[in-house]
């Protein structure tokens, strides 16, 4: 049956009949309001919550592939013997296979890592120094706050340039003048030739690939300066570590490529690595997985929520047919007056619509309220989709119709000579 | 007896043959049995009987509320013995008024408003309905109720109310049931006068009732009893 104009009046006269009865029509529509402000809720808490963990792949770079060196299993369980070396990782060599052999990859950036105190003047800070080279802040791509990035000359002719996070500029540099200041490394003074943006993500696994302690140097003067080697003292047991490459970061020019050139420079890195000394993530698989997680997760809350709205329309039905009954002589008198059935069912159905799509109407705004009280209190993201509300208030007038039908037809089905009898 | 279906029919109701059987389980009763008889129009009835005498049944009949087993009925002429649920309704609608004892008025709606009922199903708008319900509220007398609600009103009132309620539609025939059966005589009285003044504006009006002094204000008298008609006076 379909609802038009011409039903303005029925539907008039509906809402008159509901208003009759205030405290019984607004407890009907209770189970509603608070079904559809459930299924609201939940699904912007959930939204929220996914959305942050896919901003945060995203940050990783869809387009891009992270390997990154891995000690391999049965050298962490030899690190026992004394003097031992383990050599393992990703090697120079590889970033350059890499950069050559395949079809759809933009830039490789190689990554070497060495852990290094920074000092100035007084001041000191653990640094993450990150020998690289002018492409990685291509990749990874933070706002440059002062100076400028690592440039093509610094590579060439082995400058001790370095770039500063925010983070390690202010508690290195304080106040005074930042760029221009000579910072010292390890054994070596760098000149501050820029400042970018600190990373500052955190929860979350998924790491981005810069973190807030770094110190961008030329990758040759890493390898320079600081060789390969790394000796690492822990509870008086010596472990040297020969490592050429932490990371090698891909850009892949498209992302439909992104997989199947992931899977190309695995069976490239079987072939060359003898152990499994390397790890690749695929952010974008991440993402995809990520999102997957998201579905499953808004399909609990919503399903969750959907038994509160079925438990609603239930509510309604309930109250409907009590009312059938208790309206029964009411039923007998307009029908002795010349109603039709179709004309009762109309006015039953009408009622039951009109309760559920105000208990809908009602249920958004309190669907609206929750998650803004739950940012503002617990500090959560969320966010409520138009898609959440228009299901919501699609359903609930849906069940109106549905959980209403049957109420209604039974008080059409009457006779009115029985319910004009009805006491 | 065989009735010309004709437009100038001196007769507004006419019963041919009409039986009514209601099965319950494996019992048949028979409420009516082939009954014939013919109510003028502007004439005022009153069937009188036992309870189970058929009386009930043949209000129902005459009001469309339900069909004969088997006969026809004629109401202005029409047969409406046949026709389908809706087409009674309809019929109803336009043709027929009821008078319940005990009133049967909707208790959360106005004067007014249950005035108006049977004009909201003819689909008239609610202004002109309300004039309309003004004007028959006047004509009962109770045009100082309009906004009050049942309840706030005497028995006598709200038989008003109701036979206002069933002039809205200027109906062929008024069909009261025991109309009096829920008031005290003196408020009976009233209201008996009232019928018959609308009986005298031209209205065929059917009455059941046990009371004879109720019955005496009809021009006709009709005895039930088992299903057939005892005695007819007149």
């Not at chain 1, 329309?313 to 109603?339: D, F, H, K, P, W």
């Not at chain 2, 649920?85 to 109803?92: A, G, M, Q, V, Y």
């Amino acid at each position: 049956m379909l609802l038009n104009i011409r039903h303005l009046r029925e539907i008039k006269s509906g809402v008159k009949n509901l208003l009759q009865h205030k405290l019984r029509s607004s407890l009907t529509m209770l189970g509603m309001v608070f079904g559809v402000g459930s299924v609201i809720a939940m699904l912007a808490v959930g939204e929220g919550a996914s959305l942050e963990a896919l901003n945060q792949i995203k940050r990783l770079g869809s387009n891009n592939i992270i390997i990154s060196s891995q000690k391999p299993l049965e050298e962490e369980t030899q690190q026992t013997t004394r003097s031992f070396m383990s050599i393992y990782g990703l090697l120079y060599d590889d970033e350059v296979r890499l950069a050559s052999g395949f079809r759809h990859i933009l830039r490789t950036v190689p990554v070497k890592i060495v852990r290094q105190s920074g000092r100035l003047g007084e001041r000191a800070i653990d640094l993450r120094v990150v020998g690289t080279v002018p492409d990685w802040f291509r990749l990874v791509q933070r706002p440059l706050i002062a100076g400028r990035t690592l440039s093509e000359r610094d590579m060439l002719q082995a400058t001790n340039a370095v770039v500063l996070t925010e983070y390690g500029a202010r508690r290195l540099l304080a106040t005074r003048n930042s760029l221009g200041q000579h910072v010292k490394i390890g054994g070596e003074y760098f000149e501050v030739v820029g400042i970018v943006q600190s990373e500052s993500g955190q929860g979350t696994g998924l790491q981005a690939p810069d973190q807030q302690i770094d110190a961008y140097i030329p990758l040759k003067v890493a390898r320079e300066r600081f060789g390969d080697v790394t000796t690492r003292i822990t509870s008086g047991s010596r472990t040297r570590e020969l490592v050429e490459l932490h990371q090698i970061i891909v850009e892949v020019d498209a992302t439909a490529f992104v997989e199947s050139t992931a899977a190309g420079i695995e069976a490239m890195l079987v072939h060359f690595h003898k152990k499994n000394d390397y790890q690749i993530a695929v952010p974008l698989a991440l993402l995809r997985q990520a999102e997957a997680t998201k579905r499953t997760f808004n399909i609990v809350l919503g399903s969750i929520a959907g038994i509160s709205l079925l438990v609603g329309g239930i509510g309604i039905m309930n109250i409907m047919l009590a009312s059938v009954t208790e309206r029964t002589r009411e039923i007998g008198i307009r029908r002795a007056i010349g109603a039709k059935r179709r004309q009762i069912i109309l006015q039953f159905l009408i009622e039951t619509m009109v309760l559920s799509t105000t208990g809908g109407i009602f249920g958004i705004l309190i669907g609206l309220f929750i998650p803004w009280l739950i940012t503002l209190v617990v500090g959560m993201p969320t966010v409520v989709t138009s898609l959440s509300l228009i299901l919501s208030l699609g359903i609930s007038m849906m069940i109106g119709i549905i959980f209403g039908l049957y109420p209604a037809v039974r008080a059409a089905g009457l006779d009115p000579i029985v319910a004009l009898r009805h006491e | 007896m065989q009735v010309a279906l004709e437009e100038n029919s001196p007769f507004e109701a006419v019963f041919e043959e009409i039986s009514k059987i209601y099965t319950m389980g494996e019992t048949r009763v028979c409420a009516l049995d082939r009954v014939s008889i013919s109510f003028a129009r502007g004439s005022f009835w009153a069937i009188r009987g036992a309870s189970g005498s058929g009386k009930s049944t043949m209000l129902n009949l005459l009001g469309c509320l339900d069909r004969p087993s088997s006969g026809r009925y004629l109401l202005r002429g029409e047969d409406v013995s046949r026709l389908d649920d809706d087409h009674l309704s309809e019929i109803r609608l336009k043709s027929i008024g009821f008078i319940f004892q005990s009133f049967n008025l909707l208790p959360q709606s106005t004067v007014e408003e249950n005035i108006a009922l049977p004009l909201y199903y003819q689909g008239w708008e609610p202004a002109q309905s309300f004039s309309r319900a003004r004007m028959l509220a006047a004509q009962v007398g109770l045009s100082e109720r309009l906004g009050h609600r049942p309840t706030e009103l005497s028995g006598g009132q709200q038989q008003r109310v109701a036979i206002a309620r069933a002039l809205a539609n200027d109906p062929a025939i008024l069909l009261a049931d025991e109309p009096t059966g829920n008031l005290d005589s003196d408020t009976g009285l009233e209201i008996m006068k009232l019928l018959t003044d609308l009986k005298n504006a031209g209205k065929t009006i059917i009455m059941v009732t046990h009371e004879a002094e109720i019955a005496a204000f009809a021009d006709h008298q009709l005895v039930m009893k088992d299903g057939r008609i005892d005695a007819i006076s007149h």
